[in-house]
């Protein structure tokens, strides 16, 4: 079943896929791999990108890279209306990549309830990249539905 999206989620789709294949061209003909690509779109309406940070000393997902750029750009009271991830896969998976953990815990903070992420998969292929038609789609709230609150955060000054 196809999932429903928005048409501020087309848009954002329509620009990551753009994305991923702009970034990877650049990869490419440095003779990089292919990485995980994470696309925020802000309550301002604007959309910031990140890619994977793959470092052994602790790297940075693609998620948090994007939501650290909104930061940059607007301030802290701007909200995650969605945000598209594009993982690279070596063959289809059932279900495209989620979030990890840490990252559903900063979409949770720096979103709302319905905030909604929209998963998808891409194959680098001779010619380019194929990116998945099946996409799946969630509410933070379904992907995080106990989220980590501070006991204290009514107490402190
Ligand atoms: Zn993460």
Redesign the pocket.
Known sequence: MAIQLTSEEKKLIEHAKKAVVRYNELRNSKGELATFYAFVLSDSGKIYDGACLESMGGGV?G??AAIGRMFTEETYSSKIKAIVIFCPVPKELEYAPT??G??RNVIWERGTESTSIICGQYIQRKGGWEFLPKMEKYAIKELYPNPFKDPWADFKG
């Open positions: 997902c998620e948090r979030p990890c840490r990252c």
